[in-house]
């Protein structure tokens, strides 16, 4: 998962802030490359809200809810307390796919549905229900050599983990780069709709392109290019590979930057270092580069000098419309040794169906899949629990499915519970259910996303990640309003957060979907109590082992999101209405294709 936006904002102090899974907490490896639009003027409906004073305690200091609404939060923190703790258990060994962690995850959550009395969502080989949606996954193992770069009067071998990383994601046993040239492509970005073409004019046949992170956008800070300081797919790291493998290149770097990236390099190295997953690929991935790789800034620096350039300066040419490539004059070589495996990972699925129109539905996903046991992390504990990433997201479902369970009649519409596999590995059990959906993508009303919820307690403040999308926004800021809380902008738009959870996989499908979580305005301890707690959690415990469970977390700011969020599905399961993304947003006129079977 990305860092959660409570987290992100709580941690801004740190010079760890704005740590993000290195795909958002997902690597979202095989995200298509955004459509190609005709620039549409903002709407007010797109401008972000404005951050608020924070009112004194005097005025509110809680939310404002009823006795049934006490209890209903109440209730769902106790689940949520219950939950996490066997979710996050060593026992569960941090719900990697395809492990014995993921076979006590899955079936703990489909008992546990069954429990509720919700009824299987998906279907088995036979055509019969089943809890489980098969996944079709590929784990690999890479081993890498040094990354060896060489000119003339230069000779240095990279060295994983601490200088590189690399990996591919040809599923195959060996991938290697021999004396490949390596190329200067600033950005890396082909968008035409922006006059811009950082490929322009070469042949990238057996090269390997040299890549910045972000985009032209973020690294001038002109509202007229790209999207301005708001992070565009161009300039997501999954995209610049896709990119490099689209222009014939045979091996890709991306030269990390911590403010660009919106994380460390820790997080890099983190990441891509133990099993990787992909979704199973007929063509096992032929089509990818053979090497995908992440470099330091410093590493970056002297091989820029070996070539002769500054590296700031030509990041800085790299921003500039009409910025020409140029090649190093520096060749790469690495081997890569895979020992792949293929199995089935799972996604679970439970609906309450509808009692007037069951063909029609509300979802909410979370994914269930965290980083397993990794043997090479530091110090005596190897096991990465995930109880914020995302154990806290996966009982929400569960908390969530009790409320519904306990109405005295069925939603009009179906309600459909998915917790996802492979997040953490590129968003796939979320991509695979957008491409295999139990109900139909045009009958699905919309969606909400709970991915890393807070745990210090309620907020006053809600932030949307990515706000300026959708007409739910509206409903969920109505919402919030009846606890007593306030929508407030998102902190770090630069960092690309709307495209880093399992919401971004239907949404990119048309389906609107809503992602929010809770700021850093707490009801009982102000801002700077909640920022040091998030210092202390971005510095000691994100996508490390000590993400773990603590009984003294506070979860009522959970519950509390999870009440808006169930709030909302239901009204929508109890109307006709079929929201829709605002003109202008990209995924607009993927939905209005699908209008007529909306009737």
């Given at each position: 998962m990305h860092l959660p936006t409570h987290w992100r904002r709580l941690a801004l102090p740190l010079a760890f802030s704005g740590l993000a899974?290195?795909?958002?907490?997902?690597?979202?490896?095989?995200?298509?490359?955004?459509?190609?639009?005709?620039?549409?003027e903002q709407t007010s409906e797109r401008e972000a809200p404005v951050a608020k004073d924070m009112p004194t305690?005097?005025?509110?200091?809680?939310?404002?809810?009823?006795?049934?609404?006490?209890?209903?939060?109440?209730?769902?923190?106790?689940?949520?307390?219950?939950?996490?703790?066997?979710?996050?258990?060593?026992?569960?060994?941090?719900?990697?796919?395809?492990?014995?962690?993921?076979?006590?995850?899955?079936?703990?959550?489909?008992?546990?549905?069954?429990?509720?009395?919700?009824?299987?969502?998906?279907?088995?080989?036979?055509?019969?229900?089943?809890?489980?949606?098969?996944?079709?996954?590929?784990?690999?193992q890479i081993e890498s050599t040094p990354l060896e770069i060489k000119g003339e009067n230069f000779d240095k071998s990279l060295q994983p983990?601490?200088?590189?990383?690399?990996?591919?994601?040809?599923?195959?046993?060996e991938s290697q780069l021999k004396d490949s040239p390596l190329v200067f492509v600033g950005y890396g970005i082909v968008a035409p709709e922006n006059d811009w073409n950082d490929y322009a004019g070469l042949n990238m046949q057996g090269k390997t392109a040299v890549i910045l992170v972000n985009d032209p956008g973020y690294a001038t800070q002109d509202k007229n290019l790209f999207n301005g300081n708001a992070m565009t797919y161009y300039g997501r790291w999954s995209y610049k590979f896709e990119e490099a493998a689209r222009q014939g290149a045979e091996g890709a770097i991306i030269i990390h930057e911590t403010g660009a990236a919106g994380y460390p390099w820790e997080v890099v190295s983190?990441?891509?270092?133990?099993?990787?997953?992909?979704?199973?690929?007929?063509?096992?991935?032929?089509?990818?580069?053979?090497?995908?790789?992440?470099?330091?800034?410093?590493?970056?620096?002297?091989?820029?000098?070996?070539?002769?350039?500054?590296?700031?300066?030509?990041?800085?040419?790299?921003?500039?419309?009409?910025?020409q490539p140029k090649p190093l004059n520096l060749t790469a070589s690495i081997d890569l040794k895979s020992k792949v495996r293929t199995s089935n990972s799972r996604n679970v699925v439970a609906k309450v169906p509808g009692s007037k129109h069951p063909d029609e539905a509300v979802i909410y996903t979370a994914h269930w899949d965290h980083l397993g046991v990794n043997d090479?992390?530091?110090?005596?504990?190897?096991?990465?629990?995930?109880?914020v990433d995302n154990a806290t997201g996966t009982a929400g479902l569960l908390a969530m499915a009790r409320q519904v369970a306990k109405l005295p009649q069925a939603p009009e519409r179906s309600m459909v519970f998915v917790a996802?596999?492979?997040?953490?590995?590129?968003?796939?059990?979320?991509?695979?259910?957008?491409e295999k959906p139990v109900v139909p993508l045009e009958k699905t009303v919309a969606g909400i996303n709970f991915d890393a919820m807070g745990v210090l307690g309620p907020m006053r403040d809600v932030i949307v990640v990515g706000y300026g999308n959708s007409e739910l926004?509206?409903?969920?800021?109505?919402?919030?309003?009846?606890?007593?809380?306030?929508?407030?902008?998102?902190?770090?738009p630069e960092r690309g957060y709307f495209y880093r959870s399992d919401h971004f996989s239907l949404a990119k499908k048309g389906v609107p979907m809503l992602y929010f979580d809770s700021g850093t305005d707490s009801f009982e301890h102000g801002r700077e109590w909640a920022q040091k707690k998030g210092e202390e959690y971005t510095a000691h415990a994100y996508h490390k082992p000590g993400d773990e469970y603590d009984p003294q977390w506070n979860l009522e700011g959970a519950a509390l999101d999870l009440a808006l969020?169930?709030?909302l599905g239901l009204a929508l399961a109890n109307s006709r209405d079929w929201p829709n993304w605002y003109q202008g947003n990209e995924f607009r006129a993927i939905r209005d294709k699908s209008a007529d079977t909306r009737k």
């Open positions: 899974a290195i795909s958002g907490c997902s690597k979202d490896s095989n995200t298509q490359a955004p459509a190609t639009a005709t620039p549409v305690a005097e005025v509110i200091n809680k939310p404002t809810l009823s006795d049934a609404e006490q209890t209903e939060v109440a209730e769902m923190a106790k689940d949520l307390h219950s939950h996490i703790a066997v979710l996050a258990s060593d026992k569960f060994q941090g719900r990697a796919p395809a492990t014995e962690g993921e076979e006590l995850t899955v079936n703990y959550l489909a008992d546990e549905f069954k429990k509720l009395g919700l009824q299987p969502g998906a279907t088995d080989d036979q055509g019969q229900p089943s809890w489980f949606q098969q996944v079709p996954v590929v784990e690999m983990l601490t200088d590189m990383v690399a990996f591919t994601q040809r599923q195959i046993p983190g990441s891509w270092s133990g099993a990787q997953i992909s979704l199973a690929a007929d063509d096992k991935n032929a089509d990818r580069v053979a090497v995908e790789s992440w470099i330091t800034g410093d590493a970056a620096k002297a091989l820029f000098s070996a070539a002769g350039l500054d590296l700031t300066q030509e990041m800085n040419a790299a921003k500039q419309k009409g910025f090479n992390a530091e110090g005596q504990d190897h096991v990465f629990n995930g109880a996802v596999t492979a997040e953490e590995s590129g968003l796939l059990g979320s991509k695979y259910y957008a926004e509206k409903m969920l800021e109505a919402a919030a309003a009846k606890q007593g809380r306030y929508l407030a902008p998102e902190d770090h969020g169930l709030d």
